[in-house]
């Protein structure tokens, strides 16, 4: 009978035509954030359901009546009593507590100070200088610290809450009345919190326990468990696994889930028409079938012939009747446009200066849209991952939410180091990691670039500065404020890969320290290696490295 007057049906909890809450997304973007969070608690998980509340009207006691019941408290308890005495008694009760005390010397002086100023951290720091927890002085301070704490929450209720009521309070009464009503205002922000978002496990049950009736309770927390199943079915079908201890882990499902939400928002901020980004039909070595056609020409593929306006033109020249064959003249093809394959490595600066304002959030954001774009539009395109610190290594896609920033492990304003790694005892775990070597990543781009079967050839370079490391044969230096000679070392690796046809395309994100010599280094780099140089912030990082990726598609074509 509830079910048939309120129009609620289980069985369609929510609507089948709704669109599922998204919980990749939130579960991603504090993988990306804390690096190896890979394994999600359904507490942490249910944070990121967003259900419409509608969804989850008439089912079980209304929130709006929950915050009423709990409104109705509070004003009752404010209507009732009155702070006046509370404050007198808490006043009088430190000062009775400061008579009993008989301090001499520099101790004298400091509780002087500490009752003047009513600090409570002044009293600490006498405590701690008595050095004997059992003597009567010690035992003393501490007992009027507990009459100074309770005096500032007895002032803090006072000031926070407006009273209008004649019952008088005790100090004690004072405090409980202050713990009440800071739990009925943290109830109502939570009820307020799951009105908007439909979350209902951010409700503290026990606490509603204590102001609500046994029955409503007992719904809320039906509506609970039909939330915490929908969350389930909602993870099972994103890609979320649920493990035998009940955590969830991201499968590659929601890898490529999650890729095609960036590439929706990267794409949908460009302007309409711009993008014309498209699902095509992409056969052997790129032809896409555009929507323009030409007359035929002797050595056009019959693949590409426009069968329905070749016939057309056909019944035309014989006037109406059925031709009983085709002349030249009737025959059309589809324009073509060839997409050459590219071959691509991006290197991304993880040194310890990205963990600043979280750009390294938004690198991996970059490289985790721009591994969903190849794999959705270009296939056939030749995409790798390096990691960038006081070393370069290869990284593979599935690594990538991992990374993380390196930590600093040297403060000195100037360093100059020098290791040689042709030594049998060289580790690189004891070398500070937070340096950035542009050089070895070039190096090793370039290495992976020469056995791609393709001229079209670039790499991605993603920093925020000049280099600070580098190697010379054997010896890697790393040298901060960065010197001429780090420098000048990569200048030479970025014009070997000038000459071996790789194109460089710098993306200069903002930092705290970025100066006129980074500016200066990268249009250096850019200019003696026939490259570009990009200056973007780094939440617009992941749409600006995909966009220049499909123009530059298109710009090959010619």
């Known amino acids: 009978m509830i079910h048939a007057y309120q129009k609620y049906n289980p069985v369609e909890f929510p609507s089948p035509t709704q669109e599922p809450p998204d919980l990749v997304s939130p579960a991603f973007e504090s993988a990306l954030a804390f690096g190896k969070f890979r394994r999600l608690t359904p507490e942490e998980l249910a944070k990121a359901i967003r259900l419409d509340p509608s969804q989850i009207a008439g089912l079980g006691p209304s929130l709006d009546q929950l915050r009423a019941i709990l409104e109705e408290r509070k004003r009752k308890i404010l209507s009732t009593f009155e702070t006046n005495m509370a404050l007198e008694r808490a006043e009088s009760a430190f000062k009775k507590s400061a008579k ?8 004298k002086r400091l509780f002087s100070e500490a009752i003047q100023t009513q600090q ?21 301070v501490v007992n009027l610290m507990e009459r100074l704490a309770e005096k500032y929450q007895v002032e803090e209720l006072a000031a926070k809450y407006e009273f209008t009521g004649l019952e008088l309070m005790t100090v004690p009464k004072a405090l409980e009345v202050k713990k009440e009503l800071e739990k009925i205002d943290e ?40 939330i915490e199943n929908l969350m ?44 014309g980004r498209h699902a095509s039909i992409v056969s052997k070595e790129g032809s896409v079938e555009l929507n323009e056609t030409r007359s035929y020409e002797f050595g056009d593929s019959t693949a590409s012939l426009d069968i329905v306006q070749s016939v057309i033109n056909a019944m035309i020249r014989s006037e109406g009747r059925v031709p009983d064959r085709f002349q030249n ?37 970059m490289a985790l849209a721009l591994q969903g774009l190849i794999q959705s539009e270009y296939p056939g395109d030749f995409l790798r991952f390096l990691e960038m610190y006081t070393f370069a290594r290869p990284c593979l896609p599935g690594e990538i939410i991992d990374l993380m920033p390196k930590p600093v492990t040297i403060h000195q304003p100037f360093v ?9 005892d060289s580790i690189e775990s004891a070398i500070p990691p937070h340096f ?15 056995a791609t079967d393709t001229l079209n050839r670039q790499i991605i370079l993603i920093t925020d500065g000049l280099p600070t490391a580098h190697f010379e044969d054997e010896w890697l230096f790393l040298l901060y404020p960065p010197e001429p000679r780090t420098e000048e070392a990569t200048m030479r690796e970025a014009r070997s890969c000038k000459k071996e046809g790789i194109i460089i395309n710098l993306f200069l994100v903002p930092s705290w320290s970025q100066s006129e010599s980074d500016i200066r280094f990268a249009h250096r780099l850019a200019r003696e290696t026939g490259g570009r140089v990009f200056f973007t912030a780094g939440s617009d990082l992941d749409r600006v490295v995909l966009w220049d990726y499909v123009q530059n598609k298109k710009e090959i074509l010619g």
């Open 100 to 107: 009993s005390i008989r301090a001499t010397g520099r101790m």
């Open 120 to 140: 409570l951290y002044l009293l600490e720091q006498m405590w701690y200088e008595i050095g004997d927890d059992n003597s009567p002085l010690a035992a003393n």
């Open 187 to 226: 109830l109502l922000r939570q009820l307020e919190e799951a009105a908007k978002t439909a979350q209902i496990g951010v409700i503290d049950m026990e606490s509603l326990a204590e102001f609500t009736e046994p029955g409503d309770l007992q719904a809320l927390e039906e509506m609970q468990r039909h």
């Open 232 to 275: 389930r079915e909602a993870a099972e079908r994103q890609g979320l696994d649920e493990d035998e201890q009940g955590q969830f882990r991201l499968t590659p499902k929601a890898y490529r889930l999650f890729q095609g939400k960036l590439l929706d928002r990267i794409f949908s901020s460009l302007m309409p028409g711009k993008s």
């Open 329 to 365: 003249s009737d025959l059309v093809v589809h324009r073509n446009r060839h997409s050459p394959k590219c071959a691509t490595v991006v290197a991304m600066d993880m040194s310890g200066s990205m963990r600043y304002d979280g750009q390294y959030i938004n690198v991996k954001r």
């Open 416 to 424: 100059r180091l020098k290791a040689d790694l042709s030594q049998p």
């Open 436 to 450: 950035t070597n542009i050089q070895h990543a070039l190096r090793l781009a370039r290495q992976q670039l020469a």
